[in-house]
């Protein structure tokens, strides 16, 4: 004959102390900051010739305000790669994309759903 004995809660010190704590959870991200790593992520994608920087604004996950700024900051960043190099172009993209985030607070105004090529 087989016995089967279940010790539920049973524990070293004996007590019924619940599971432990959870670690609270990460904030989620405030516009602002995501509009800094979506637009930093994409215009470096673009200034190191990715093979994903083809893709248009809304594969990229951008608004059309976002895309604006995406533009500018990679033809000012396009300049500085020819005057000064790859590294200084990427420097160049994460100070502007933070700047121009940071001042449209997020970017994240889409009055249409198309925009045309620049």
Not at 78 to 98: F, I, K, M, P, Y
Request: charged content about 20%.
């Amino acid at each position: 004959m087989l016995t089967v004995v279940v010790l539920a809660g049973c524990g070293a010190s004996g007590s019924a102390a619940g599971p432990a704590p959870r670690s609270p959870s990460p904030s989620p991200d405030s516009p602002v900051q995501l509009c800094t790593r979506l637009i930093s992520y994409w215009a470096e994608q673009d200034i190191i010739g990715s093979k994903w920087a083809g893709l248009d604004w809304e594969q990229k996950g951008l608004s059309n305000e976002q895309f604006g700024l995406f533009d500018d900051i990679v033809q000012e960043a396009r300049g500085e790669q020819r005057r000064h190099g790859t590294d200084a172009a990427l420097d160049l993209v994460r100070r502007r994309s933070a700047a121009r985030c940071k001042a449209a607070n997020g970017a994240t105004h889409s009055s249409e759903n198309w925009r045309p090529p620049s």
